[in-house]
């Protein structure tokens, strides 16, 4: 049994289907990504198995099945639980979802001892830090007395995907992680995804733009198009034979990351 099992959804917003038709299907420990144009619906589809859509968007058709359970069906309890622990999501924008009245320390170690009920103050902060060196960001206990405002853009980026990491979930969904990020960053980050899964078979998708990055690390890459799969398949059709135009544009428009074309 697949760990991830997306099958046939359609999402509306306000009554629009957004995307349609959308399978998808992820073994433990397995990387897949989502590639395609600005609005073809890849942050909706990664909502959606997060169980947060925005602007009352709903899946109106189809399942979504996780471990066998129908993640649908879930009541506010369960998805609490299951967000908390087997599923964490890396948004987009990380900066705009943290709270801009609290120090990037309180919220981190309020987050490290929901998860270890046992765990100092003091072990949770040194925790939070060493997690956010590991992200390249040079002095973690800085960051952590700063406010959100008080950090770069990919910054505040780097800060939510040291949360997303921190308890090894099942299931990581990370949309655009490594966006605002210089080259050699981007190429850290993705390898510590790439690691994560090596270490504790952590399942991944990632929504990325750039096709020779999910070509690198990914089993597995969607491309969408319009709400709806344009092309998919494992890296090497990806790379040498798909012969889907769409497909093609996107590889033409590779770009490199830390001085090499990962394509
Ligand atoms: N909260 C919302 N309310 C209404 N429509 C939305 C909402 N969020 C997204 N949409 C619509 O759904 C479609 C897909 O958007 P989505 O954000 O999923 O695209 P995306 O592929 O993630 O784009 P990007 O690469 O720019 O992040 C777009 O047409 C968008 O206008
Ligand atoms: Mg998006």
């Known amino acids: ?150 950090l770069s853009g990919g910054m505040r980026q780097r800060v939510g995907i040291a949360m997303g990491m921190t308890y090894q979930p099942k299931l990581l969904l990370a949309d655009e992680p490594t966006s605002a990020l210089d080259v050699t960053t981007q190429a850290q980050i993705v390898r510590q995804m790439m690691e994560l899964r090596e270490n504790y078979g952590t399942s991944i998708i990632v929504v990325t733009h750039n096709l020779g990055v999910a070509a690198y690390m990914s089993d597995h890459i969607i491309v969408m198009r319009n709400g709806k799969i344009e092309d998919q398949g494992d890296r090497d059709y990806m790379l040498y034979h798909s012969e889907n135009e769409y497909t093609h544009k996107l590889l033409e428009a590779v770009p490199s990351i830390g001085g090499k074309r990962y394509v």
């Not at 509306?12 to 073994?27: A, H, I, W």
């Not at 959606?48 to 979504?64: C, N, R, S, Y």
């Open 1 to 150: 049994m697949a760990m991830l099992e997306v099958k046939n959804i359609t999402i509306s917003y306000q009554n629009r289907p957004t995307v349609m038709d959308f399978s998808m299907s992820l073994e433990k420990g397995q990387i897949c990504s989502l590639v395609g144009e600005s609005g073809s619906g890849k942050t909706t589809v990664i909502r959606a198995i997060f169980g947060l859509l925005a602007g009352g968007g709903k899946v109106t058709e189809g399942e979504i099945l996780f471990e066998g359970e129908s993640l649908l069906a879930y009541n506010k309890e369960q998805w609490r639980r299951l967000r908390g622990s087997d599923i964490s999501m890396i948004f987009q924008d990380s900066g705009a979802m943290m709270n801009p009245t609290r120090r990037v320390g309180g919220a981190y170690t309020e987050y490290i001892r929901t998860h270890e009920k046992n765990i100092s103050k003091k072990d949770a902060a040194k925790k939070g830090i060493e997690m956010l060196e590991r992200m390249r960001l040079p002095s973690g206990d800085n960051v952590m007395r700063s406010y959100p405002f008080q």
